[in-house]
């Protein structure tokens, strides 16, 4: 089951003059409690999320500032993550495997696009995104992060075309 709630706001800020009329404001939040019989709560869903968003759009250009953020989630369910060392070193085969549900940490990201309207059919697009570079925690059910994967800066060039 899943319960919670979304709010979100939207505001152009059109009584500003000539191109600063293209200025506005976006924000959301939803909140989601969810549960698995087994009380667990649902794979992949935070119960924090939000999303803040600054953007301006005149004529035929546009450019948006974002940044998203979600609290921690059940990522994984009994997952093998360790197996046990007996004292002569050796791999316990033997019902030694450890097996744990795993959680991704808190995680923000900051991400920019532009767009220019060349003409009614062709648009050129630029993309970066996670622009911090925030990394991916994996943690335990103790709380202790297990793995760490880097989230490297991803940029985009493109052209959108319409007929």
Request: charge should be negative; glycine fraction near 10%; hydrophobic fraction near 30%.
């Amino acid at each position: 089951k899943v319960q919670g709630f979304e709010v979100g706001y939207q505001q152009f800020f059109t009584f500003l003059p000539g191109a600063w009329s293209g200025l506005g404001v976006s924000a959301n939040y939803t909140y989601a409690d969810s549960e698995q019989p087994n009380g667990s709560p649902l794979l992949q869903i935070s119960k924090n999320t939000y999303n803040l968003q600054g953007f301006w759009e005149y004529e035929d250009l546009a450019a948006r500032l974002a940044y998203n953020y979600r609290d921690s989630f059940l990522d994984t369910e009994n997952e093998k993550r360790v197996e046990n060392i007996n004292y002569l070193g050796t791999i316990k085969t033997d019902d030694g495997t450890v097996y744990g549900n795993n959680y991704r940490d808190d995680r923000g990201q900051l991400d920019f696009s532009a767009s220019w309207n060349v003409n009614e059919n062709f648009t050129v697009v630029l993309n970066a995104s996670n622009l911090t570079g925030e990394p991916s925690i994996y943690l335990s059910e103790l709380g202790g992060a297990w793995k760490y994967t880097e989230a490297d800066r991803r940029y985009s060039v493109g052209i959108r075309g319409k007929f």
